[in-house]
């Protein structure tokens, strides 16, 4: 990154294209988004959970980039976000969608500690923030949908992921260009879980491609 907290002054969010907005997000969540992408600017900025850098493209880059997994999670669905960060893509789903239940998890206590504070302002009652690991998690809970950005390549992340997902349950893993050389390195893994893995991808016009890794269970999939 190599940009300072310093820097947060010079650097203002530039407010999405309101047309290509209106198609990731419902109007009345609107206002929520402004104030995260604002509490990003600001205190995830000065706490270093977020570069300098990104403020301008806050938006493009992290929230629509986000929010475009939308479509993929069924009405009230409970959804775990796995290595949550600053909120991303956990955060941007709780807010768009009060339907979902939404769990975000994240071991670092500053980062934690963000996230509660957002919860707050915004008054999301729909949001646990849960300090763990996600490998520490996987005897206790099930959810119908994982999520994850950067945060392990996809062999590794179906170790951790796969056992917190329900039978009918799909993980989405949000990835860049690597998503299907991912997904060739982890045919083993996969084939042992008896999962299969597909690459999604989700724009709307006038947007930045999300390119998702989903990956289902054999029952799912029609496997066996
Ligand atoms: C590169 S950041 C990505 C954050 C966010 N998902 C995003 O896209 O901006 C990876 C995050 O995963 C967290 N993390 C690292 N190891 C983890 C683990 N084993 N389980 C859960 N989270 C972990 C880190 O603390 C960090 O917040």
């Not at 530039?14 to 290509?20: G, I, S």
């Not at 969608?97 to 980062?111: G, N, S, W």
Request: charged letters at 20%; aromatic letters at 4%; glycine letters at 8%.
């Amino acid at each position: 990154m190599g940009d300072s907290p310093s820097d947060v002054s010079r650097e203002t969010v530039r407010a999405p294209d309101p047309a290509v907005a209106a198609l990731v997000f419902a109007p009345d969540r609107l206002p929520g988004l402004e104030r995260y992408a604002a509490l990003l600017a600001t205190d995830g900025v000065v706490r270093g959970l977020i570069g300098p850098r990104e403020v301008p493209r806050l938006w493009d880059r992290h929230l629509l980039n986000c929010g475009l997994l939308s479509p993929l999670i069924a009405a009230g669905a409970a959804v775990v976000d796995l290595g949550s960060g600053a909120g991303l893509p956990g955060m941007v789903l709780a807010i768009a969608r009060p339907d979902l239940r939404v769990t975000l998890v994240e071991p670092m206590a500053r980062r934690v500690s963000f996230l509660e504070e957002v919860c707050a302002e915004l008054g999301l009652v729909t949001v646990e923030v849960v300090r763990a690991r996600a490998e520490s998690l996987a005897a206790e809970r099930r959810f119908d949908v994982v999520t994850a950005r950067a945060l392990a390549p996809l062999s590794r992340l179906l170790g951790w992921a796969w056992p917190l997902v329900a039978e009918d349950g799909v993980l989405l893993a949000m990835k860049g260009s690597s998503a299907a050389a991912e997904i060739s390195s982890a045919r083993p893994d996969l084939r042992r879980l008896r999962a299969r893995a597909e690459v999604v991808t989700c724009s709307v016009p006038g947007s930045s491609v999300t390119t998702v890794v989903r990956v289902v269970g054999g029952r799912t999939a029609g496997i066996g």
